[in-house]
C-alpha cells in the first residue's frame, strides 16, 4: 500500500489491513487515515467514470492498540494475521460506519488529530465492550 500498510485479507465486501508491523511505523495512525483517505479519493473516481448502477459504497473502522500477529491456525491451514481486541474493536467500529464513512477511535483522533479534520459523534455500544466507545468521523486532512 501507498500508506506502508499491510493488507491482510478480504472477506466478502470487507478489507482487513494493518499498520505498524513487521517494521515499526511511527506514524501509523496517520498513515492508516491518510490510507482511508486515498480510499475514499480512489473510490469518488472510479464513480466519475462507471453509470449510477455500478457505484459502490464503503464503511471504514480505524483503531490501534495491541494485537498478536503470526501464524494462526492449523496444520491445513495458516495464515499470516492479526487477532486480539483491538483488531475486534476496529470491526465493530467498521460495522458502526454508514455508507461512503470513515470513523475512528478516540484513541486513534488523540494521535491524529493535529493532522486531520473530525467530527465527534455519538457514543457506539459494541459487542464484547462493557463502556460505549467514542468514535469520531474522519473528514479530511488539514
Known amino acids: 500500500l501507498e500508506h506502508e500498510g499491510t493488507i491482510d485479507k478480504f472477506s466478502g465486501d470487507g478489507?482487513?489491513?494493518?499498520?505498524?508491523?513487521?517494521?515499526?511505523q511511527p506514524d501509523h495512525p496517520l498513515q492508516a487515515v491518510r490510507a482511508a483517505l486515498?480510499?475514499?479519493?480512489?473510490?469518488?473516481?472510479?464513480?466519475?467514470?462507471l453509470p449510477e448502477s455500478f457505484h459502490m459504497g464503503y464503511g471504514i473502522g480505524i483503531h490501534g492498540g495491541e494485537s498478536v500477529l503470526?501464524?494462526?491456525?492449523?496444520?491445513?491451514?495458516?495464515?499470516?494475521?492479526?487477532?486480539?481486541?483491538?483488531?475486534?474493536?476496529?470491526?465493530?467500529i467498521q460495522?458502526?460506519?454508514?455508507?461512503?464513512q470513515i470513523l475512528i477511535s478516540k484513541s486513534t483522533y488523540e494521535q491524529v488529530k493535529h493532522k486531520i479534520v473530525a467530527?465527534?459523534?455519538?457514543?457506539?455500544?459494541?459487542?464484547?465492550?462493557?463502556?460505549?466507545?467514542?468514535?469520531?468521523?474522519?473528514?479530511g486532512e488539514k
Do not use: C
Not at 478489507?15 to 515499526?24: E, Q
Not at 467530527?119 to 473528514?139: D, M, N, Y
Open 15 to 24: 478489507i482487513m489491513a494493518w499498520f505498524n508491523a513487521p517494521i515499526t
Open 38 to 49: 486515498s480510499l475514499r479519493d480512489s473510490i469518488k473516481d472510479l464513480h466519475a467514470a
Open 70 to 92: 503470526g501464524l494462526i491456525g492449523t496444520e491445513k491451514r495458516w495464515d499470516y494475521t492479526a487477532i486480539g481486541d483491538s483488531v475486534n474493536t476496529a470491526k465493530r
Open 95 to 100: 460495522e458502526n460506519a454508514m455508507e461512503n
Open 119 to 139: 467530527r465527534a459523534l455519538q457514543s457506539i455500544q459494541v459487542k464484547g465492550k462493557s463502556q460505549p466507545i467514542e468514535i469520531f468521523e474522519v473528514i
